[in-house]
């Protein structure tokens, strides 16, 4: 029974101190969206007419994933989803104010409200979508193998009998194990790891994430990646707060109309073709107007 | 030799940034560790007395924060707010909060060990000399109990300094995630910049925690007799 009470006590304590720094350290800015957080869990996001009057939108990106979301050496936020938030808050007519998120925390982040986009290489899952809403992709990305110029594997059947290298835990090693399995796999923990045994001989061929074998294969003479797509295509797309529809509807219609102007192939060439070079079918990587064929 | 990843240093404002992201790391890890002492200071007076309710109370709070991970402090305190209580906190001001809870508890258990390891007969043999109470901990007590705090609370605090790379994840840019970001930003054109990144960053680190261990030594001769 002491104990019941000194752990309310404890909690009490902490409630005030929390209550106490929050009030008095908090910019008016941050105070407005306290407001309409505390009019219950329902609203902990801000509408789209909220953001347009605010004059500020708060977009979620990666700060160290070239050349998805980075930051340059002018401390610039740049890459291929901020090319796009960019311009979403062009179009909206607001200012625009990066928050930097880790693969971690980016749901948390919709979640609370404190940020009313992510734009940080968002895969679209049925798990996340359970949490957040997701607009129309602007990305898709699917399995590609790197191999040796010498022995270049065009197609998976290449492999049976020979040998694959994959990292553990990736989408690679499930997809050979389950649908190829006369597949011989070497796993390896580190993609470091991985790259180096390919580069040894250790193995005919290495697959993981497409976007990865093709910006590494630029860098490596002598290796080129035969399969650009291949397995389950994941898509990734903006996402807002669960329930947010009217931010949600806008986005979708700023993807659909940017269709006309081929936007993200624009996006692309500014921004992963310095890195994935010109053999690249942008088609393979990139969708326009949320359609996948 | 002018492929020498260091160049990344000096390309555009990167030097400044990491400069810039250090002063986050010094002003958070500053206030949290001067928060720590004064509020640590009393908790661990509050942590002698005899009385089982204190007793109690002060026992599960350094426990709780003892057993949870920081990082976990920092989601609930930055995340669980909002969720909560609908309290929108700043990742700097969560920052704080979670550091000063943290070393409050740790100071607390530091200032509790280091006064009850006065003997009893220090405070007898003042009485004896017909000190009154006050005399007793001003001549006697409070500068042995010092001495004996500066080493372990130099060390909480250098940990709390280094500990602050986690407030990254509560989106607070802090000089290690500039040294990634700037990594990162070059990974395709200067593949070899990791290495002097982080010997850079290791330097900032010293140059930050070692004034604590030069002030920590010049005390420790100062207070010896």
């Keep these: 029974m002491k104990k019941l009470v000194s752990l309310l006590l404890t909690a009490a304590l902490a409630v005030s101190l929390l209550a106490g720094c929050g009030s008095s350290s908090e910019s008016a800015d941050t105070a407005k969206t306290e407001e309409t957080t505390e009019t219950g869990s329902a609203s902990v996001y801000r509408t789209l007419d909220e953001i347009k009057e605010s004059g500020k939108i708060t977009i979620g990106v990666f700060s160290d994933k070239n050349p998805f979301g980075y930051v340059d050496e002018n401390g610039e936020y740049q890459g291929y989803d901020v090319y796009f938030a960019d311009r979403l808050a062009k179009d909206l007519g607001v200012e625009v104010e990066y928050v930097s998120t880790e693969p971690a925390s980016r749901v948390e982040y919709l979640k609370t409200g404190k940020v009313d986009v992510i734009l940080a290489n968002f895969t679209v899952t049925d798990e996340r979508a359970e949490s957040v809403d997701f607009c129309l992709p602007y990305m898709k990305v699917a399995l590609g193998v790197v191999s040796p110029d010498s022995a270049l594997i065009t197609a998976p059947e290449d492999l049976n009998g020979k040998t694959l290298i994959v990292a553990k835990g990736t989408t690679a090693e499930a997809y050979f194990s389950e649908n190829y399995p006369d597949v011989n796999l070497l796993k390896f923990d580190q993609y470091a790891d991985a790259y180096n045994a390919l580069l040894d001989g250790r193995g005919d061929a290495l697959s993981t994430d497409n976007t990865e074998v093709l910006a590494w294969a630029l860098q490596n003479e002598g290796y080129s990646v035969g399969i650009e797509s291949l397995g389950n295509q994941d898509t990734i797309a903006p996402a807002v707060a669960k329930g947010n529809q009217t931010l949600l509807d806008w986005i979708n219609d700023e993807i659909v109309s940017l269709a006309d102007e081929q936007f993200f192939h624009a996006d692309y060439k500014e921004t992963l073709e310095p890195v994935y070079g010109t053999e690249v079918d942008i088609d393979s990587l990139v969708v326009e107007g949320g359609k996948i064929e | ?225």
């Excluded at chain 2, 001067?34 to 002698?48: R, Y």
């Excluded at chain 2, 204190?54 to 026992?59: D, E, G, P, S, V």
């Excluded at chain 2, 080493?151 to 607070?172: C, D, E, F, W, Y």
């Excluded at chain 2, 330097?203 to 207070?223: H, I, Q, R, T």
């Design chain 2, 1 to 225: 030799m002018q492929d020498l990843g260091i160049r990344v240093l000096f390309m555009g404002n990167n030097f400044m940034r990491l400069l810039g992201g250090l002063w986050v790391t010094i002003q958070l890890s500053l206030i949290s560790i001067l928060l720590s002492v004064i509020f640590g200071i009393l908790l661990g007076i509050v942590m002698t007395l005899k009385n089982p309710v204190t007793k109690c109370i002060t026992r599960i709070y350094l426990e709780f924060i003892r057993i949870m991970p920081q990082l976990v402090l920092l989601f609930l305190v930055y995340f669980g707010a909002t969720k909560a209580f609908g309290i929108n906190l700043s990742g700097e001001t969560s920052a704080v909060i979670v550091f000063t809870l943290w070393g409050t508890a740790e100071m607390g258990d530091l200032v509790r060990g280091a006064l009850i390891s006065i003997p009893k007969h220090q405070y007898e043999s003042g009485a004896a000399l017909g000190m009154e109470n006050a005399q007793i901990y001003r001549y006697i007590i409070i500068p042995q109990t010092l001495r004996r705090l500066i080493p372990l609370s130099i060390n909480l605090a250098t940990r709390m300094i280094k500990t602050t790379s986690l407030i990254v994840m509560i989106g607070v840019v802090e000089v290690l995630k500039v040294g990634q970001q700037i990594i990162e930003a070059n990974r395709y054109t200067v593949p070899d910049s990791a290495l002097w990144i982080y010997v850079t960053i290791f330097f900032l680190y010293f140059l930050v925690c070692w004034p604590f261990s030069v002030l920590a030594g010049k005390l420790e001769k100062k207070w010896k007799n």
